[in-house]
């Protein structure tokens, strides 16, 4: 069983990262293509080891600095890109850059701050209970959301695609994820 202060990690890191992450990757989009998205959480790892680093959790050496640097400077030049592509995607597209590298650092911040509850817990019910977390602190706004301006309407397809989203993209994939971790 889980300390209360294992809980209380759990909760915080449940809400930024089952909570906060997707609506900060969402938003960002708004923003941003996929693609630049996908290259801005893409620093994620760099962000942890750093994170990591900082905390004295990890040593950092010199293959290390190579290798943060090397892929630090590799997304830099993909970002930076075509500028005729960047008027497509249109004038506020650093603002979406900037919220995904955010949500990148909670990603970041998740696996650092995990790892020594997965040392303690199995992973699934570190996952299972950050995913309560991060759903209770979304059901909140979303409950406030509802009210405002109803709910949504589903048909089939759209039922399939959220169950899809939910389950495959959602529990599956971040279970595996913190496995890994």
Do not use: N
């Amino acid at each position: 069983r889980p300390s209360p202060r294992d809980l209380l990690a759990l909760a915080v890191l449940g809400l930024a990262f089952f909570g906060l992450f997707p609506w900060l990757f969402t938003l960002s989009l708004q923003y941003t293509t996929a693609a630049r998205g996908a290259l801005a959480l893409a620093t994620a790892p760099l962000m942890a080891l750093g994170i990591a680093t900082v905390l004295r959790m990890e040593p950092f050496g010199v293959v290390k600095l190579a290798a943060v640097l090397t892929a630090i400077i590799g997304v830099a030049i993909a970002l930076s890109g075509d500028p005729k592509a960047l008027e497509a995607v249109g004038p506020d597209y650093w603002i979406g850059d900037l919220i995904m590298l955010g949500a990148a650092a909670i990603a970041a911040s998740y696996s650092v701050g995990a790892k020594p509850l997965l040392a303690r817990h199995p992973a699934l019910m570190v996952t299972c209970l950050s995913m309560i977390a991060g759903a209770v602190g979304l059901a909140v706004p979303a409950g406030v959301i509802a009210v405002q301006s109803g709910l949504p309407s589903f048909d089939t397809g759209g039922l399939i695609a959220v169950l899809f989203l939910g389950i495959g993209g959602g529990v599956l994939q971040f279970g595996l994820w913190v496995w890994a971790v």
